[in-house]
C-alpha cells in the first residue's frame, strides 16, 4: 500500500517536471529563417539522409468554364465561400489536383509519377495554400509515394513543406520539401509549374 501511494507521488512529480523540463530543452524559435536552417538534415546527420538531389515537378492546369478544357484541365476549384463581403485572398477556396509529375522543368519532360491531393486557402493577409499530396513516384531510382504537407504562401520564393511519410523504395521517409514556382501562365485556363527539392532522411 504504501509502495503504490509512493509510486502515485513519484507518477505526480514527473507529471509536474517533465514538462517544465522539456520547455527549458527547448531551444528559442529564431525569428528569421536561413535556407542553412531549413536544411540541417544534410547538415547535421548526412548518413541519415536520403536522395537529398531528388527532385521533381508538378503541372497544374485549372479547369475554367469559361474556356471549357475539360479535356486537359488537372485541377478542379470547389464551392467557394459564400461571403458578401470582401475577401481579397479568397480565404476558404479549394482545388483538387492530379498533377503529372516530370524530372525535369519542361512539360516535355519524361513523366514519373501523378501527384494527387488539394489545397486550401488559408490567410486572410496574403495567398497562402496549405498543401496536402502524396506523389506517387513510379518511374527512376525511387519507387513509392511521398507523403507532403505544408503552406505555400505565394510571396515568399521558396516555401517548406514536410515530408512526412512514404512507401516503397522511401518508407517511412521525413524530411523537406523545398517548393519554387518554376513558371505560371495566368491567362485562361492557368497553368503553372512547381518544384520540389526533397531531403529525405530514414
Ligand atoms: C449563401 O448565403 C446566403 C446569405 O446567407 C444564403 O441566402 C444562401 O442560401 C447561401 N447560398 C448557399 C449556396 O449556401
Ligand atoms: C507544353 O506547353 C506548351 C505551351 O504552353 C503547350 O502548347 C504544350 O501543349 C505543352 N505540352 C504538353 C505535353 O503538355
Ligand atoms: C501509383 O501508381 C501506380 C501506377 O499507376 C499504381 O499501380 C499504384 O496503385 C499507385 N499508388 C497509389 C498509392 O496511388
Redesign the pocket.
Known sequence: MAGSVVVVALIGIMVVLLPISCAAARAPAPSTYTDDEYHACTQRAATLCGPSAFTFYL?NTVYNPAVDNKDYFKSVYGLSPNVTWPNPYSFGTTSTFEDPITEGPA??SQQIGVAQGLWQLDSKVGYTLFHIFTANITEGDYKGTISILGQIREADPVRYLTVVGGTGHILGARGLASNRLVTI?HAAPA?WILSFDLDLYY
Open positions: 503541372h512539360n516535355t501562365d497553368t
